[in-house]
């Protein structure tokens, strides 16, 4: 058994278990792989707290977000907000249909193309996700903030490196 200089962590044992179950593994990547998930579910469930105090949830949040980024008139086409998302046509009508029936959202013909609709933050979409990013922002401090300044530079930078490493094309 590995010696630890820290508490055990969630991960610490599932890969005690692999190594007395098959001692013949190395488990280096399962350990990062590992506390990196554990990491993303762990701040999701953080954000989620905070979204929901808007009566929103992460997805949710992410629409208004991305409508608010794209600047006045704060409209985009499905299609672009699916793909800077990065979730199916599906998912994102869902999205669209919760954020109208609230209204967020609205839908409006395409100036450019008379066969598809717009997607446009209404006035009240707007003071939500303004009111909803900086509770977001000050969220994000508060987890962070047991980091020195340092720290978090230092994972920022190896997230940058690793994100690299996952963005790039196949080779």
Known sequence: MKAIARPADAVDRILEQWRRERPDLELAPMATIGRLNRCAALLQRRLDETFA???????????????????????????????????????????????????WVEREPNPKDARSLLVRLTPAGLALIDRAVSAHLDNERRILAPLKAAEQAAVDKQLIALLALLEAPPI
């Not at 009566?55 to 949040?61: I, R, S, T």
């Not at 409508?67 to 669209?96: D, I, K, N, Q, Y």
């Open 53 to 103: 105090e808007f009566g929103l949830n992460g997805g949710e949040f992410d629409v208004l977000a991305t409508l608010r980024r794209a600047g006045t008139p704060h409209c985009l086409a499905p299609t672009e907000l699916f793909c800077s998302l990065m979730v199916s046509s599906g998912t994102m009508t869902h999205r669209l249909q919760r954020l109208e029936a609230a209204g």
